[in-house]
């Protein structure tokens, strides 16, 4: 059972790591993977507000990256120095997913944090909750 436990996890792991570090390079995005029953993958882009230059906007993009479906969240508006919180049900993705993210920016603009929580299962009841931090530079 353990073998193949880890036949199964190493690899959807090593995707996640690898679907993860091509990301990285993206400026201006940061982005969590979850790994589960259902690996996932967050990727957050933060911008400045056109409209508003002491403002920035953030979009999430969920992807289950078992399938490759992405799911995009509305984009949120906040103040720098401030943060943002985006909350949303995903009904039939992964089994349910609940995505929460709170998203801040340095009052200069230039370092984005954010804290992600997946909550995978929901429709079922037999759910994993897992949290990741991420925190990356939008000055590049």
């Known amino acids: ?5 880890r ?3 190493v690899p959807a792991v090593a995707a996640g790591l690898l679907v993860v570090a091509a990301l990285l390079g993206v400026q201006r ?3 969590a993977a979850f790994s589960g029953p259902v690996p996932l993958g967050i990727e957050l882009d933060v ?5 508003a230059p002491d403002e920035m906007i953030a979009q999430a993009k969920l992807k289950d990256l078992t399938t490759g479906r992405v799911f995009s969240t509305p984009f949120v508006q906040f103040k720098k120095g401030q943060t ?4 949303q049900g995903i009904a039939g993705f992964a089994g349910g997913v609940l995505l929460e993210i709170n998203v801040g920016v ?3 603009g ?5 804290t992600a929580t997946t909550q995978v299962g929901i429709a079922d009841g037999n759910s994993l909750r897992q949290t990741q931090a991420v925190t990356f530079d939008l000055a590049e």
């Open 1 to 5: 059972m353990k073998m193949a436990m």
């Open 7 to 9: 036949q199964t996890v």
């Open 110 to 114: 230039k370092v984005a944090t954010y």
């Open 84 to 87: 943002s919180q985006i909350r």
């Open 106 to 108: 340095t009052p200069d």
């Open 29 to 31: 995005r940061g982005v």
């Open 47 to 51: 911008r400045p507000a056109a409209d």
